[in-house]
């Protein structure tokens, strides 16, 4: 909308023309007449509209509550996990040192108790992947409900654990070897009935000790990579930058780390593999490989992918982590007759 301001050199401009085309004045008041009377006609359309929201506004109600019984509220998609109760508890520290050919490594860990008494299971937890070890026992501390004692240590390299990682090394093997000790010396938990979970790069650590320590009966991998070998020529170049930030990727070096390259010819424990299909860090198909190769060795695998599941898979692996613990921990140890 013109301004007045705007209006008055456009007038001034058509008193200056020459006298060769003289304007007359009564069509001059008759066009700004009508432009005066477009513009009133704009403010009184805004002003109309102005007070009509405001009125909508003014006259609002609350909405009623949906009817349960509705097709819309039938139609809401079920939480994938049920919501945990927030856990309190104070954690205690679970700092261990290991050594490595001539390494010394300060491993950072927690622990989180139940409060029923009697020696109860344990998950050993191996955070290779983002944050530390107090982080880690913050976001799983909800499995201690499940009278659960849980502990969770940063493998070297990660988290606040001396380093480097060297993707890992033997020493990341050895940090969980250890920390598995000390979890089964422990007065308040049964030695019989102990699990490691890994994250990421520690999937390959608690793979890596699956293979050489019988002592787990449950064994958690989660967005791990299981066949090097396999998995340098196609893996993204994020995880190849990675790879090569740590360790030179040879042959000897990829085959030490492989999982599956250093399986036994029988293992008998429980394992559940749990995976994104569009990890784009480490491809779906490397847990695929492995479920295979441990059901051919007697195994008892259980997988499961989530379908819109990236690297990160969050607090969605609750569901199928609870039930498969309380299916093959939380029971009674085996009895030798």
């Not at 954690?91 to 622990?111: A, K, R, V």
């Not at 019988?214 to 995880?239: C, F, H, N």
């Not at 424990?269 to 299909?277: P, Q, T, W």
Request: include cysteine; hydrophobic fraction near 40%; charged fraction near 20%.
């Amino acid at each position: 909308m013109d301004s007045p301001q705007t209006l008055r050199p456009t007038a001034s401009a058509a008193r200056r023309r020459s006298p060769r085309h003289p304007v007359s004045t009564r069509r001059l008041q008759s066009d700004f007449g009508a432009i005066g009377g477009v513009a009133r006609q704009i403010r009184l359309a805004f002003l109309l509209v102005a007070l009509t929201l405001f009125g909508a506004c003014r006259s609002r109600t609350p909405a009623p509550p949906p009817n349960t019984s509705s097709s819309a509220a039938t139609a809401s998609p079920a939480p994938k996990a049920p919501v945990a109760a927030p856990v309190k508890f104070e954690p205690i520290p679970f700092n261990f040192q290991i050594s490595s050919g001539d390494d010394q490594y300060q491993i950072e860990g927690f622990i989180a108790l139940a409060k029923a008494s009697g020696p109860l299971p344990a998950v050993l937890v191996l955070n290779g992947d983002t944050g530390n070890a107090r982080q880690c026992i913050g976001n799983i501390a909800h499995f201690v409900s499940m009278g659960l004692q849980v502990a969770c240590i940063s493998l070297p390299g990660y988290g606040k654990s001396s380093g480097p990682s060297r993707f890992v090394g033997e020493q990341s093997v050895a940090a969980a070897r250890r920390a598995l000790d000390l979890l089964a010396a422990r007065a308040d938990v049964d030695s019989a009935r102990m699990a490691v979970w890994g994250l990421a790069d520690g999937a390959v650590a608690a793979g890596l000790l699956m293979d050489s320590d019988t002592r787990p009966r449950a064994v958690i991998l989660q967005s791990g990579a299981y066949d090097m070998l396999k998995l340098w020529p196609e893996a993204p170049l994020r995880t190849k930058l990675s790879i090569l930030r740590q360790v030179w990727p040879s042959k000897r070096v990829l085959r030490e780390r492989s999982v599956i390259e250093n399986l036994p010819a029988h293992l008998d424990c429980s394992v559940l593999i749990l995976h994104g299909a569009r990890d784009r860090r480490m491809p779906i198909v490397q847990a695929e490989q492995l479920a295979q190769a441990l059901a051919e060795r007697g195994a008892h695998v259980e997988t499961y992918y989530f379908p819109a599941g990236a690297h990160e898979l969050g607090r969605r692996v609750d569901l199928p982590l609870q039930n498969f613990l309380r299916d093959n921990l939380l029971g009674p140890p085996d009895v030798t007759p």
